[in-house]
């Protein structure tokens, strides 16, 4: 399930060049932060594309993710994801079955709490802004980590709503991630009832609770 790790992630070429955060970088992504972290929601539909470069391999699908603080909900092709701050249900509609779980009150991972990706440069990340566009930002996080699975996170951000655009993650491993925003919408005001799986609407799949 590299692609859930990823996005749910999705996030060193020489991460000590840059010794200070550039203020620039660092003014677009709070303004970025800001805006989407004030919506009741955040609503995406995404091409995911994963390109494996030592296996020769390329693959993409697409997906929509519905964020609401540290709920979330996450439809990919072969998974679906519910999140509602407590508890996790990972459904395989292919298995016909559903994986409850109930991740760490202190886990921050982009698994767990998907929202990370519009903090996550407060903490661990040198940034640098690229490029500017008339109608984008182009923004490079490097962790301060060494031991980091990921060698760096590029953020392309919209002009002038700063919303997003692309999230590139590139991996040491040789995989590389992207996120294709198609639609971005703060709009939206789900009700709870979007980020609990529902026995109701999914009967007779096997439940296997590891809680």
């Not at 993409?60 to 998974?79: A, C, F, P, Q």
């Not at 407590?86 to 395989?92: G, V």
């Not at 590139?170 to 991630?177: A, I, L, S």
Request: aromatic share 10%.
């Amino acid at each position: 399930m590299r692609e859930l790790t990823t996005i749910i992630c999705l996030l060193s070429l020489s991460p000590n060049i840059f010794a200070q955060k550039d203020a620039g970088a660092v003014k677009v992504l709070d303004k970025f932060s800001s805006v989407a972290l004030a919506a009741p929601s955040i609503t995406m539909k995404f091409d995911l594309e994963s390109v494996d470069q030592t296996e020769g391999t390329n693959k993409t699908e697409e997906g929509t993710i519905v964020l609401s603080k540290d709920k979330y909900r996450l439809d990919l092709t072969d998974n679906i994801i519910w999140f509602n701050g407590e508890t996790s249900w990972s459904y395989l509609p292919a298995e016909k079955e559903v994986t409850i779980s109930k991740p760490a009150k202190d886990d921050n991972s982009f698994q767990v709490r998907p929202s990370a990706l519009f903090s996550i440069y407060r903490k661990g990340y040198k940034v640098r802004l690229l490029e500017e566009k008339s109608d984008s930002y182009l923004i490079d996080l490097y962790p301060e980590d060494i031991d980091s699975d990921h060698i760096r996170i590029r953020l392309t951000i919209g002009k002038p709503s700063y919303d997003l655009k692309n999230a590139e993650y590139k991996y040491k491993n040789g995989v590389t991630v992207t996120l294709k925003v198609k639609e971005y919408d703060l709009t939206q005001k789900p009700d709870n009832s979007v980020f609990a799986f529902s026995p109701d609407k999914y009967k007779g799949v096997e439940i296997v609770d590891m809680r």
